[in-house]
């Protein structure tokens, strides 16, 4: 890798909508098909699953009178690890760097919370823009501001994940690569080069897990807030 930004860069493997980006994909929606199968003595994997959609359950169940919204939440936030773990490796293509990535999601996300809350509420969908008990006088101030707010939503989604995982391997590769150069020129501070990797390897995990639930739980405000109206 000549560059750190080398690992961003989409690679055609032998077609150009054969990508290892869309390998990846790929391979994560292959891995979640076969997560689904459950077994009468439940293995580790299985625990942990089910661990992660009761916990969903319970998002869903504080802000919602059912638990018709907890499978779509917990897809996303599945496919969203999974793709930022498959790209967690130096040298690997990490999908969720992208902003043509998480801008689509985010703006996908976006148009369906606002074309339910129109279904269910019709034209009383706009109320929402226009908080309760506000003076009358200021409405056209504060509905431009509840509108910008609202339509920066997908942009403010999109970004926060691309940034915060570009961030997280932009460093860990730096890290890495001075780790292993401090390991070769001095071998008596090997303990500490692999600490210093462990640690930001350590770091970076938390990260990807944080990220996919924070996008998976704004996503669920957004959609508690279409959904209950005021």
């Not at 961003?8 to 994909?25: A, C, E």
């Not at 580790?44 to 009761?54: A, D, G, H, T």
């Not at 359950?57 to 690890?81: A, G, Y």
């Not at 200021?138 to 570009?166: C, D, K, Q, Y």
Request: net charge neutral; proline share 4%; aromatic share 18%.
């Amino acid at each position: 890798m000549c560059s750190y930004f080398d690992q961003f860069i989409v690679i055609q493997i032998f077609h150009p909508f054969f990508s290892d980006s869309f390998l990846i994909i790929f391979c994560v929606v292959l891995i979640t098909y076969f997560l689904n199968k459950t077994y009468v003595i439940p293995t580790r994997v299985q625990n942990i699953i089910e661990l992660i959609i009761e916990h969903w359950q319970d998002q869903v169940k504080e802000n919602f009178d059912n638990k018709f919204f907890s499978l779509p939440l917990l897809t996303l936030f599945l496919f969203i690890l999974f793709m930022n773990v498959f790209g967690f490796f130096l040298f690997t293509f990490p999908t969720t760097t992208h902003v043509s990535v998480t801008f689509g999601m985010a703006l996908s996300i976006w148009l369906g919370v606002i074309i339910y809350g129109f279904l269910k509420f019709k034209l009383n969908f706009f109320s929402q823009f226009f908080p309760p008990g506000a003076p009358l006088y200021m409405s056209p101030l504060l509905v431009a501001i509840e509108l910008v707010s609202n339509f920066s939503r997908p942009i403010a989604l999109g970004l926060r994940l691309a940034a915060n995982l570009t961030a997280g391997h932009l460093l860990l590769s730096i890290i890495s690569e001075f780790g292993c150069k401090l390991l070769w020129a001095a071998p008596t501070f090997s303990i500490f080069s692999i600490l210093i990797i462990m640690a930001m390897t350590c770091l970076e995990l938390g990260v990807l897990v944080i990220q996919a639930y924070v996008f998976s739980l704004l996503s669920l405000i957004y959609l508690k807030d279409s959904y209950h109206l005021h």
